[in-house]
């Protein structure tokens, strides 16, 4: 089980590896912390040809920083998850608050901590795993993706624009993902998450994320997603519609599970079947909505 | 000096945890091997077009193929080529391989070799290889699928079961499992010009028997041949079996006159390696009024795979359902058939514990299942049925030993504090939420079995015995050499403190030799809960015998009688007096002043020695405690607890590191792994995110009481164990899965209880009841609040 | 060239000298790109305590240590490692063969059977101790569940582990 032969190349400036793939176009896969891509090529399930690694690049504040600005949340893509796991309380001052409890959760849930270690926050984004949980929480809370090129324009993508399918996103050839935009959750927000795996650190068979703004006892705005039961991480807008307007309890919780199991259309493989996934979509939708913080893997 | 029965620390452990173990990949080797696999469960081989060698070169060096029977009228003999000829019979079989510098240039040339085949309808399941229908695996198959169907019956079966009180039906099955060791099998085999010898370093668990079944094919003598199993990263029966591989690999040696190494990846392992366990059983059993089983009835079948495994054969896992069916429990009659079915799909194999985990799991469902019905409390039957008289004859005519059968039920009971639980079962199905379940599997584990054992199956080439060589040298020290072949168990260790003990030197003296087929004598290898009871018997018979010997000479010097020497830490003496000579001073003699041994007795000081026994029963009583998420159908395990009575400990942590292990690989067999194969034969699981071995976050700390029924079965005291955590620990899961969901009219009876099983039967429950909100959504409300 | 040299594109069938500091030793190698970490390791420096269970980053028997960090070395390059701080299990005792603590706790709570796994056990448990020297039971489970024993049910592993963290 050893990779197919590739020519590597670990540029030291953003401009270079920019380079690089414009040049080498689909032909090159960028490295970053190889927690997927590199079991991939293990398999020989991937075999680019040539190897761009971004790990030799100067630091940079755009790609390894984790920053405010005027309500958006901005994390570089060379973050890794360790960081955010231990990202300080507090860390991004007066706009921590949900979002910053839900970044430091979700880390914990991805992988192992010897994948924390290497895997980064944007190869988990761009590696478009439909269950990883930071794909989840960037289709949830409606991310903006930064995209670099040497041909075009910097753009920025909708995450809703941007995964595509399993393992596909409308990241070009040559294209770098360089940062990932999140807003802000002010304290009245309220955050959950939950995860169905067979084993701890396991991919979910079906997770779900959730954030409601609440005024005055109601909720006003409501973020429902899940993953594991498409192609992509899915936004779920008929549990959103059950929860606007209601009082969060119980019973409202119990109809947005409802909801959410009536509005996904899963496939099967041989970690759920398709009714099972549905089935287990209402739960975990139910329990993300009831939970009181992130709860912790095992 | 004692030290039979203390937990020593294990002279294996050094050099692993210094990085320093050897394992076959550790070997240097010019050249690497891969096999070009069948992606194809069925075909026809039209062409092989590329660098590889193929069956055809094999055959034009007059390479014959690998082939061992059970001489009984129901087995299919066939013989297996060493790569495929003609056709390929499942997913990852080797059909050719290719030689490159290094692993990554090895795995290229393999992809570069276009096979041709022309696909065939392949028959997956158990289902579709018994149908009328059904395209034939193998030729000499004539009667179908079926490789072997064994039966019996005592007479008053029919007439039993009509009488029953009760009668109890179900259909068990178990999924198909993968021993999966942690080092994946492999081989490095090079040939020296000189003499022509090859050597074959190999993750085995048996390295005679691989020299033997290698030889065979090959058209060798013996002693041209030396395998060494060097350290075995896990075995778990998988590395027990002849591998093709290993053998392809001998003959790549001799024919490139180089060395050459094949370490199997793990995908290969997980597709291509043994697979085991793929059972369905349906079961009649019939109760008095108390309880009582009156009778047993079982139609048992189990999917072979594609090929027979050299030497066990694919007869190992439906024949051994049919003889041990029954357990321990008193039974007065008996009826089954079990059969064997081959299929499209890699080959199986034995599997720590064979068929028993699943067996188990058949019998200990029926006793739960029938105290339900009874209103009798699952631990209230099963006294009622467990022996009390020992021997005890099981109705095909095994003799259990004494055991503690009861006691070891009683104490589990007593460690869970069962009142405790049932309290705190009914207030959780109260309160809603997770639902606790305890579930108790008791069972005897057949260990420790010889020759006649073996030799009542049938096997061409019957295991059994075991051979040791034990000398001590002029400094005094010991050397045991021993066929037996252990791969983690510590049995090194083990042996050690057999030996110190008898001869009266401290195990430190003892250095154990095993798995080199040069340096060891014949003998069977480490299988089936047998070194530490044959390995370990041979032992202390040669020791007993050296320990003679110093004796006689100590008398000798010392002008004492041979019967009132006493040797102990390092001193022979004469009991009753101060007068004494040192061991070491004695082998001194024995070496270098032979004329002044005994008559007889010299010069030097060796022996050797071979036991053989009948074999004896262990037993055990398993009990688990879970926690079902109704929801999800996930199942926690929460405490896990083992009475053990393997008779006399030799090395108690050794002993407990056992069953622990076992313990853990019976609660994976019965929640997580699964080797999954869709329609057309395609193994889905060839990645450890597909097939699922535990991690420390599933498995609780695991209580474990020892009892010690000692019975003269063993000469050490010494009941094998090896296999019985895997034996019992799915029984214990299912049936407390099965508790945690029985009130709400749901039951499980298949393993791997997976998540999605134990949803859809708490939802098919919901749906008999008629009302869907009832029994799921009846704790979902709860929950919510 | 003496000097690691990883500037440029490396040509997929070409070998790269690379140096790399392997508990403290400094070793040369030549490898192609695609040679994994632990291949370097085993094949070319002869390091063969590494031991590869999978080769897909799930049973962590290839643990090593970069830079004190836990890591999969089958899911790493070995061009990525050339200015990196490596420590494998062979660096783990003292020169004169003394186990060093978590070593000896194994040896003593049986945590170790087969022996295949344990390298990456040991290396994943003394980053998880330096990390945490305080670290609670239930997290510490959890941190050891990266990676896969088959022979011990990990019960022995997880005492040897406590101890040491109890010793301190």
């Not at chain 1, 040497?150 to 040559?174: N, Q």
Request: net charge negative; glycine share 10%; proline share 6%.
């Amino acid at each position: 089980m050893k990779p197919a032969q590739f020519s590597y190349i670990a540029p030291e400036t953003v401009e270079e590896v920019l380079a690089a793939l414009a040049e080498h176009g689909d032909e090159a896969k960028v490295l970053a912390g190889g927690q997927s891509l590199v079991p991939m090529m293990n398999f020989r399930l991937a075999r680019p040809s040539v190897i761009v690694d971004i790990g030799r690049l100067a630091a940079d504040e755009s790609l390894d920083g984790i920053s405010v600005d005027e309500g958006t949340l901005r994390i570089g893509a060379r973050v890794r998850h360790r960081q955010l796991e231990h990202f300080p309380a507090n860390g991004l001052g007066p706009a921590d608050g949900p979002l910053g409890s839900l970044l430091r959760g979700l880390a914990r849930w991805v992988g192992h901590l010897p994948i924390r270690v290497r895997g980064t926050f944007g190869g988990s984004i761009a590696h478009a795993d439909p269950a990883a949980e930071w794909c989840i929480m960037a289709q949830t809370l409606g991310a903006e993706m930064v995209v670099r090129s040497s041909t075009r324009p910097m753009r920025i993508v909708a995450a809703e624009d941007f995964f595509e399918t399993v393992f596909t996103t409308s990241l070009e050839p040559e294209e770098l993902l360089t940062e990932v935009r999140l807003p802000v959750l002010g304290p009245d927000w309220r955050v959950g998450f939950c995860e169905f795996a067979r084993r701890a650190g396991d991919f979910a068979v079906v997770a779900a994320l959730t954030a409601l703004r609440i005024e005055d006892g109601s909720i006003v705005e409501a973020r429902v997603g899940a993953g594991g039961v498409a192609g992509t991480p899915v936004r779920l807008r008929a549990a959103e519609a059950a929860l606007v307007g209601a009082i969060p309890t119980p019973a409202v919780f119990h109809e947005a599970g409802l909801a959410a199991t009536g509005e996904v259309d899963p496939s099967g493989d041989i970690h759920g079947s398709a009714g099972y996934r549905r089935d287990l979509t209402g739960v975990m939708v139910r329990r993300a909505l009831g939970a009181e913080s992130i709860p912790t893997p095992v | 000096m004692n030290w039979v029965g203390r937990s020593l620390r294990r002279v294996e452990d050094p050099a692993l945890l210094r990085g320093q173990g050897r394992f076959v990949d550790d070997f240097p080797h010019r050249a690497t091997a891969r096999f070009v696999r069948s992606p194809l469960a069925s075909g026809v081989i039209e062409d092989v077009r590329g660098e590889a060698f193929t069956v055809a070169d094999l055959d034009a060096d007059g390479v014959s193929e690998i082939v061992c029977e059970l001489r009984r009228p129901d087995f299919v003999k066939v013989p297996q080529p060493l790569l495929a000829r003609g056709r390929v019979r499942y997913v990852g079989e080797p059909v050719a391989v290719v030689v490159g510098s290094t692993p990554e240039e090895a795995e290229d040339l393999a992809e570069q070799v276009e096979l041709d085949i022309r696909p065939t309808q392949p028959v997956v399941d158990l289902d579709s290889a018994l149908a009328p229908d059904a395209p034939l695996l193998h030729p000499e198959a004539t009667g179908g699928n079926v490789v072997v169907e064994g039966s019996f019956a005592t007479p008053g079966l029919a007439e039993a079961l009509a009488s029953a009180h009760l009668v109890v039906d179900m259909e068990i099955t178990s999924r198909r499992q993968c021993a999966m060791p942690l080092e994946g099998r492999g081989s490095v085999a090079s040939t020296n010009p000189a003499d022509d010898r090859t050597t074959l370093y190999a993750s085995v668990q048996s390295p005679h028997m691989v020299r033997t079944g290698i030889c065979d094919a090959l058209g060798l003598p013996e002693v041209d041949l030396r395998v060494v199993a060097p350290d075995v990263g896990g075995g778990f029966g998988q590395k027990l079996p002849l591998a093709r591989e290993d053998a392809v690999m001998v003959w790549l040696s001799r024919r490139l006159g180089t060395s050459v190494a094949w370490v199997e990846d793990r995908a290969e392992n997980l597709s291509a390696a043994w697979h085991s366990r793929e059972q369905r059983y349906r079961v009649k059993g019939g109760f008095d009024d108390e309880g009582r089983m009156l009778a047993l009835e079982a139609d048992i079948l189990c999917n072979t795979g594609a090929w027979s495994c050299y030497p066990i054969t694919w007869g190992v896992e439906p024949l051994m359902a049919l003889g041990e069916l029954p357990g321990p429990y008193r039974l007065g009659e008996y009826g089954v058939r079990s059969r064997g079915v081959c299929t499209n799909t890699c080959p199986t194999s034995p599997y720590r514990g064979v068929s028993r985990p699943v067996l188990t799991l058949a019998v200990e469902r029926l006793m739960d299942s029938a105290a339900g019905r009874l209103g009798l409390d699952p631990a209230e039957i099963r006294h009622r049925n467990l022996p009390e008289e020992f021997p005890h004859r099981s109705p095909m005519g095994y003799y259990l030993d004494e055991g503690s059968y009861r006691q070891s039920l009683t104490a589990a009971l007593a460690e869970m504090d069962m009142e405790d639980f049932r309290r705190r079962q009914a207030d959780a199905r109260s309160k809603g939420g997770r639902l606790p379940g305890l579930g108790i599997s008791t069972f005897a584990e057949r260990t420790g079995y010889g020759t006649p054992a073996f030799a009542a199956r049938g096997m061409s080439v019957t295991v059994g015995y075991e051979n040791v060589a034990l000398a001590m040298d002029p400094s005094g020290y010991l050397t045991l050499r021993i066929g037996a072949s252990p791969h983690g168990q510590g049995l090194h260790t083990a042996l050690t403190q057999i030996v110190a003990e008898e001869v009266g030197v401290h195990p430190q003296r003892v250095r154990i030799i095993s798995g080199d087929t040069d340096n060891t004598p014949y003998g069977w290898g480490s299988f089936a809960s047998r070194s530490a009871v044959l390995a370990g018997g041979a032992a202390q018979i040669a020791a007993r015998e050296l320990a003679r010997k110093i004796a006689a000479l100590a008398a000798e010097e010392m002008e004492a009688a041979p019967e009132d020497i006493l040797l102990d830490s390092g001193m022979a003496t004469v009991a009753g007096t101060s007068q004494g000579r040192s061991i070491d001073e004695l082998a001194r003699i024995a070496h270098h002043q032979p004329q002044r041994m005994p008559k007889g007795l010299g010069p030097g000081l060796r022996t050797e020695a071979g036991y053989d026994p009948a074999g004896t029963f262990s037993n055990a009583c398993h009990v688990a405690e879970v926690e079902v998420d109704p929801h999800t159908g996930g199942v926690q395990l929460k405490r896990f607890v083992v009475v053990e009575d393997a008779g006399r400990l030799i090395n108690p942590m050794i002993v407990d590191g056992q069953i622990r292990g076992g313990v853990t690989q019976g609660i994976a067999n019965a929640l997580l792994e699964e080797v999954i194969y869709d329609p057309d034969g395609n193994i889905l699981t060839t990645s450890l995110m597909d097939f699922l071995p535990p991690t420390a976050a599933e498995i609780p700390d695991i209580a474990i009481i020892h009892l010690e029924t000692v019975t003269d079965s063993s000469i050490t005291g010494a009941k094998g164990l090896g296999e019985g955590g895997a034996i019992g620990a799915p029984a214990a899961v299912i049936n407390a899965v099965n508790d945690a969901i029985a009130h709400l009219g749901a039951e499980v009876n298949e393993m791997p209880a997976t998540p999605e099983r134990v949803r859809a039967a708490i939802r098919s429950a919901a749906a008999a009841i008629g009302d869907r909100a009832d029994a799921a959504g009846a704790v979902e409300r709860s929950e919510a609040a | 060239m003496t000097e690691s040299s990883i500037t440029g594109l490396l040509e997929s069938d070409c070998k790269t000298r690379l140096r790399l500091s392997v508990n403290g030793t400094e070793r040369t190698v030549e490898v192609e790109p695609r040679r994994t970490l632990a291949d370097a390791l085993r094949d070319d420096c002869g390091l063969t305590g590494t031991h590869l269970g999978c080769e897909h980053g799930v049973c962590g028997a290839c643990t090593v240590l970069i830079d004190g960090n836990p890591v999969r070395s089958c899911l790493m390059f070995a061009v990525q490692a050339a200015d990196v701080d490596i420590r494998t299990v062979e660096g783990m005792a003292s020169p004169d063969g003394t186990l060093n603590p978590l070593q000896e706790s194994f040896m003593r709570h049986h945590g170790l059977q087969c022996g295949f796994c344990t390298p990456g056990f040991l290396l994943l448990s003394e980053a998880v101790l330096a990390a945490r020297p305080d670290i609670d039971d239930a997290e510490l489970r959890e941190a050891l569940s990266s990676n896969l024993c088959r022979c011990t049910g990990y019960q022995g592993i997880i005492d040897a582990v406590r101890a040491v963290r109890d010793a301190v």
